[in-house]
């Protein structure tokens, strides 16, 4: 499993550990859970087969705001001790919200490198909104 270093400058003291697209596939495939952290809408749009969506950021007319109901919402859904898998967009949401898993307790958090993109581009499988109906 390939590494990548963390982006993180400054985000938290926290160390995140950085997966690789076919890395977070394998992990997926071994039964690491995927918490997709995008918005409802870029959710809807296409994700990754039996994710869980939890916002960590809303768009409102004044930007982007975090979610403050995020950490509530995943510990309701996830232990502490589950192995996560954390994926945004492009890797940068993802980042944030897997430092804030692991400071509050979560043992087995990775980020996605290069998110949801990285994985339409490398033609992995996913399911959009109107499949799920």
Known sequence: MEVLPSLRRGISDEAVVTVDVHAAKGLLSVGHLYLDVRTTEEYKKGH???SLNVPYMFLTPQGRVTNPDFLEKVTSLCKK???IVVGCQTGVRSLKAAADLSKAGFQNV???GGGYVA???NGFDVKKFEELR
């Open 48 to 50: 990754v087969d039996n």
């Open 110 to 112: 990775k980020n996605i």
């Open 119 to 121: 994985w339409v581009e």
């Open 81 to 83: 001790d589950d192995s």
